[in-house]
């Protein structure tokens, strides 16, 4: 996500100083959710949740309460997201974001 903020910072600040039109603003999206046990719906905590667009992949870990964010930096379109635990069945999943706020739940079943 560092990565990716950082081009999009650079982006908008390359092209905001030029003396000719300035470039359109870019629009990014954000990603949300949740990731609960699959068999009680209890959120997990400190879960690893990878997005890889493009090549390009940030991790965040989920909260207390199985929440986990990907505020900025995200470009509209696919996306992979793996969420994965000790104990827990690996998910990967391929889902589209948009411009805006966007949310994806996710579910982990005990491994066995």
């Known amino acids: 996500m560092t990565r990716l903020l950082l081009l999009a910072l650079l982006t908008l600040a390359c092209h905001g100083n030029e003396s000719g039109p300035t470039a359109p603003p870019l629009n990014t999206a954000a990603l949300t959710g949740k990731v609960t046990n ?5 959120p997990l905590e400190k879960v ?4 890889t667009e493009s090549g390009q ?3 965040t870990l989920t909260s207390s309460t ?6 900025t930096g995200l470009l509209p379109g696919s996306i992979s997201i793996t969420a994965k635990a000790t104990g827990y069945t690996t998910v990967t999943a391929t889902t589209s974001v948009t411009s805006g706020s966007n949310r994806y739940d996710i579910q982990l079943r005990p491994s066995t």
Do not use: E, H, L
């Open 57 to 59: 992949s940030v991790t």
């Open 66 to 71: 199985g929440n986990y964010s990907f505020f």
């Open 48 to 51: 690893q949740v990878t997005v």
């Open 38 to 42: 699959a068999t009680n719906n209890v």
